[in-house]
């Protein structure tokens, strides 16, 4: 799969099994499920779906990523 623009995502934590997933809703209106992470992964996922923008992803690896910016530069 393809890294695609995450216009808007859902987090599902499953107390009872200690994981979790995300709906990834893409630029292009599809929304797929991401496999299943850990409490420290989802963690790390919904920090960065939470306070960086824009926000690019792959739900088949649950990965998400920015783009990149220059060293030093604060958050807004």
Excluded: C
Excluded at 10 to 36: A, I, K, L, M, P
Excluded at 46 to 73: F, I
Aim: charged letters at 25%.
């Amino acid at each position: 799969m393809a890294i695609k623009l995450i216009q808007k995502y859902q987090g599902w934590w499953d107390s009872s099994q200690n994981r979790g997933h995300f709906w990834f809703t893409y630029y292009d209106n599809t929304r797929e499920r991401s496999v299943y992470v850990n409490a420290s992964e989802f963690q790390i996922m919904m920090d960065m779906l939470r306070n960086e923008k824009p926000v690019y992803g792959d739900h088949t690896r649950a990965l998400v990523t920015t783009q990149s910016e220059e060293t030093g530069e604060e958050e807004s």
